[in-house]
């Protein structure tokens, strides 16, 4: 089992930038894929990226290819997501999540394990 903390949120004008960190203890990220979903105030948890557990493969969601990039530093255990050129739309909670499986998933049901959530607002 993985415990996920995420930090980094915060409130930045449209066009900033901000890195969001997904800490992991219980178990390592090499164990799992990683995934970043939102959900913005009376939405559905979307996908944004997902990250191999080898962090050589990453996979995004099409509103946000170009401009937001994940990685995972083994060594620290953690999960990154930069994201830059932000949005007012990009506003929301932003969680991470870790996934057993093999491939890499945008479904937020087949994910098994989640953080508690950082919020995001993107100023316009």
């Known amino acids: 089992q993985v415990q996920l903390v995420e930090s980094g949120g915060g409130l930045v004008q449209a066009g900033g930038s901000l890195t969001l960190s997904c800490a992991a203890s219980g178990r390592t990220v090499t164990s799992y894929n990683m995934g970043w979903f939102r959900q913005a105030p009376g939405k559905e948890r979307e996908f944004v990226a997902a990250i191999y557990f080898s962090g050589y493969s990453t996979y995004y969601a099409e509103s946000v290819k170009g401009r937001f990039t994940t990685s995972k530093d083994n060594a620290k255990n953690t999960v990154y997501l930069q994201m830059n050129s932000l949005k007012p739309e990009d506003t929301a909670v932003y969680y991470c999540?870790?996934?057993?499986?093999?491939?890499?998933?945008?479904?937020?049901?087949?994910?098994?394990?989640w953080g508690q959530g950082t919020q995001v607002t993107v100023s316009s």
């Open positions: 999540a870790a996934d057993r499986s093999v491939v890499l998933r945008q479904s937020a049901s087949a994910y098994d394990y």
